[in-house]
């Protein structure tokens, strides 16, 4: 009975191996080796006296798996020299490098500064306990302290109040303001840097249009993804007086669209005067010139009306008449408040990308209207009697006027 059953299992566990074994082309192949394996199990080794011949099996499945992995082989190979890892052009290293560069320093000058305010910080504290030291008496040093928080009441009540001013100058341009629109769809066009100097110039615009005497209703369109990540890292962002939206502006602003006006510098209209009803947008992009006239192919495949500023009309530019983000607000506030082109431009645009022969002509236009408001003053006053020692001094003091110096002098006397 025992050897029975020793037997049955060894005979389950060899019907189990032939099973685990790799897939039989016939099934001529699994009876034979199975009656093969039953035989040497039944039949003691020593009565075995005549070999079976089994029939040789065609090795298909290792000739097919060496065939598989020739042709996975040779697709690799082949992939490799139809798809060879590119090596970086000239240009795209040198952008690298930069801004490799570039972030070596930025992190360089963030380490140089922290250490710079950490030393000051500590001078202030050792001068402070330095002066607290010196006082003899305990009353002293109470008083000093005393003063000393005074002082500190005194500049948190004026910032409370200019913040006070600044609230109601935004809250006021918000509702009867003239409406200024950034476009902040060009975000994908800029580098890194790029990206970093237009965020600046929307903190500049958002600064100006709180100092200024009449704010506008300034917008943020297009206001999404790396862009706006970007204008979240500035401080108390989220509670700036401003419209930020994160559709386009022909999505946020779809009823006001046959008022809204493109300022481009390759627009044939100029811009004479501002409209109250207009709705004014600028291109938010910084591209180093990459980009010529994306912003009216932009505005002329949506259907909107294009301007540009009446620079041309008023000075001579050195190089384009392309200006920054801030600059171009900057100079719609300032004739918001003036009323005046001229002034406006002179007074906003750096001298640097004026021409020569404008500048020249800006210094030339203050000295005369100098001259002239001195000159109505010293004819108002009434003139003294002057010996031949003050004649002479005021004939120096002409020709000294002609020269280009100080004049009216003898007015003083």
């Known amino acids: 009975m025992l050897c029975y059953k020793r037997e049955q299992e060894t005979l389950f566990k060899m019907i189990r191996s032939i099973l685990t074994q790799p897939k039989f082309q016939t099934l001529d192949q699994f009876n034979c080796i199975f009656n093969f394996r039953l035989i040497n199990l039944i039949l003691p080794s020593n009565c ?3 070999s079976i011949n089994l029939p040789k099996t065609p090795k298909t499945h290792s000739i097919d798996t060496k065939m598989a992995d020739e042709s996975s082989n040779e697709q690799t190979q082949q992939t490799e020299i139809e798809n060879p890892e590119k090596p970086l052009s000239k240009n795209a290293q040198k952008k690298l490098k930069k801004q490799q560069r570039y972030e070596q320093k930025k992190a360089e000058k963030k380490a140089i500064e922290k250490e710079q305010k950490k030393a000051e910080k500590e001078r202030k504290k050792r001068e402070w306990e330095e002066k607290i030291a010196a006082l003899g008496t305990e009353e002293e040093k109470l008083k000093l302290i005393e003063s000393r928080i005074g002082l500190r009441k005194e500049r948190m009540e004026k910032r409370c109040e200019e913040r006070a001013q600044k609230f109601e100058k935004l809250s006021w341009g918000k509702l009867h303001g003239q409406s200024i629109v950034i476009d902040l769809e060009f975000s994908h066009l800029m580098t890194e840097s790029e990206l970093h100097s237009l965020v600046q110039q929307i903190m500049y615009c958002y600064a100006v249009n709180g100092k200024c005497a009449s704010p ?7 206001c999404e993804g790396t862009m706006e990540s970007q ?4 401080p108390g962002f989220d509670k700036w007086i401003i419209e930020k939206e994160s559709q386009t502006y022909i999505e946020a602003l779809e009823d006001q669209k046959e008022n809204l006006v493109y300022l481009t510098a390759d627009a ?14 600028i291109g938010g992009i910084v591209d180093r010139n990459r980009w010529k006239g994306i912003t009216m192919k932009k505005a002329q495949e949506q259907g909107i009306q294009t301007a540009r500023l009446p620079i041309g009309n008023y000075l001579k530019m050195s190089s384009s008449q392309v200006l920054t983000v801030n600059q171009v607000v900057e100079i719609l506030l300032k004739y918001l408040e003036i009323r005046d082109w001229k002034a406006s431009f002179f007074q906003v645009i750096p001298q640097r990308k004026r021409g020569e022969a404008d500048s020249r002509k800006d210094v030339k236009e203050l000295e005369d209207e100098e001259q002239k408001e001195s000159g109505t003053s010293s004819d108002s006053q009434k003139k003294p009697k002057m010996s031949n020692t003050d004649s002479e001094t005021s004939e120096k003091e002409v020709t000294n ?9 003898s007015t003083l006397n």
Do not use: A
């Open 268 to 281: 044939e209209t100029v811009l004479e005067d501002l409209d109250p009803k207009k709705m004014y947008i």
């Open 48 to 50: 075995l006296h005549t």
């Open 401 to 409: 006027d002609e020269n280009g110096e100080e004049h009216n002098l």
């Open 216 to 222: 506008c209703h300034l917008w943020l369109t297009g």
């Open 231 to 234: 204008l979240k890292r500035i």
